[in-house]
């Protein structure tokens, strides 16, 4: 399958999606986010119940994925970074669409037309999680992910959450004359580099001209606090939170309490636990 335009970095807010081939095709700047999601395989079919979640979790993320694509119902896999995982299942696995969890946050309409969404990676925030779950109602969510794929979604969820590093990267390859575009690829995946921008922005440390795509860097005015920036902030609530949501798993009460816990939770699949 031809690849598809990457991202945009400097467009922090687009959504990370795009059918994935035979070779796993690149992934995509949707605009509008309906659009995104076109479908790889066959609409459900009729007659197949929705809104089953079904617990495939450390079973080993590609048989789960080849298995759901081999209904031939469209398949959306959804990642901690949709960018690393199209790297990695190149060659491997198609038929699906991919996206973040970032994306599908942010346009839960990413979803509309696939009858399955695998989560290849545990979702990191509260929001994702009641994402999944509102998903669950209308089409089979598979839980395929493993202890890898957490520790995998802890790094992604700190990189995304420590955002100083990019941050001096970036102001100073714009200091440096680099070019916008040039500047924010160097810098780190797009939501991480369009962040870093927007809080340069909000710190006065570069003047952004979107219409013509170009940043410049006025005379310094002395040491920034980035603690002032919005951005940051917010980067690092989030971060605080994906810490506790990603935490590892307790460990396996005795027999005697594990079946008084389970008398007390219920179905332990409806808070889609990590």
Aim: positive net charge; hydrophobic residues 50%; aromatic residues 2%.
């Amino acid at each position: 399958a031809a690849a598809v335009p990457v991202a945009d970095a400097a467009r922090p807010a687009a959504a990370d999606a795009a059918p994935a081939g035979a070779d796993a095709a690149a992934v995509a700047d949707p605009a509008p986010p309906a659009a995104a999601c076109t479908p790889a395989t066959r609409g459900p079919a009729a007659g197949r119940p929705r809104g089953a979640v079904r617990d495939r979790r450390d079973r080993g993320v590609a048989g789960t994925v080849a298995a759901v694509v081999a209904s031939g119902e469209a398949v959306l896999v959804v990642a901690a970074d949709a960018r690393a995982r199209r790297r990695q299942l190149a060659g491997r696995l198609g038929g699906f669409t991919l996206c973040s969890w970032r994306a599908l946050e942010r346009a839960p309409s990413l979803a509309d037309g696939h009858a399955h969404v695998v989560a290849v990676d545990p979702p990191a925030t509260a929001a994702q999680r009641a994402a999944l779950q509102a998903l669950a109602r209308e089409r089979a969510v598979h839980l395929a992910w493993g202890e890898p794929e957490r520790r995998f979604a802890v790094n992604v969820a700190e990189r995304e959450g420590e955002l100083r590093p990019t941050l001096i990267a970036l102001y100073r390859a714009l200091r440096d004359g680099a070019e916008l575009p040039d500047a924010l690829a160097a810098a780190g995946p797009p939501a991480v580099a369009g962040a870093a921008l927007r809080a340069l922005a909000e710190l006065q440390l570069v003047e952004v001209d979107r219409s013509a795509r170009r940043a410049t860097v006025p005379p310094p005015a002395g040491r920034a606090d980035l603690d002032r920036s919005p951005t940051v902030r917010a980067a690092r609530a989030r971060l605080a939170e994906s810490r506790a949501v990603l935490a590892p798993p307790r460990a396996t009460p005795a027999p005697a309490s594990r079946e008084a816990a389970q008398r007390g939770a219920g179905d332990p699949r409806a808070g889609l636990a990590a």
